[in-house]
């Protein structure tokens, strides 16, 4: 039961992820370039900063369950032994998450260099 609830957390962060990158308007896209090679500097976030602060989490999260496994095997008695497993397991979770995205973004890419021109 516990491991549903670790997926339905990191499809919940890959749904808002989607939400906002779906929700960067044609107006925003249009007007990024006005000449070629000019870039305005926009409000909105872009999808490498977005990837990035994916990871970014995913990495904050294996330190944390590190922290809490490493606080466990010291005898910190406030630390459980079920939530470092829970802690590991959503590390876990999230980085097959992020894999799983990272190997989509390949193959879109392989995809598209694949493509005549």
């Known amino acids: ?6 997926i339905n957390s990191v499809l919940m962060q890959m749904r808002t992820i ?3 990158v779906q929700s960067a308007s044609p107006e925003m896209m249009s007007g990024m370039v006005s000449e ?4 305005k500097p926009s409000d909105r976030t872009g999808f490498g900063d977005i990837l990035k602060n994916a990871v970014d989490a995913v990495s904050e999260t294996q330190a944390d369950a590190k922290k809490m496994a490493v ?3 010291k ?3 406030t630390i459980d032994l079920p939530q470092v497993m829970i802690a590991a397991e959503k590390a876990s979770v999230s980085f097959q998450a992020m894999t799983q995205v990272r190997n989509r973004l390949v193959s ?5 260099m694949k493509m005549p021109i």
């Open 75 to 77: 005898g910190d008695p």
């Open 1 to 6: 039961m516990v491991d549903r609830a670790d």
């Open 108 to 112: 879109a890419y392989e995809d598209v």
């Open 71 to 73: 606080a466990y095997e």
């Open 36 to 39: 070629p090679g000019a870039i």
């Open 18 to 20: 989607k939400t906002q």
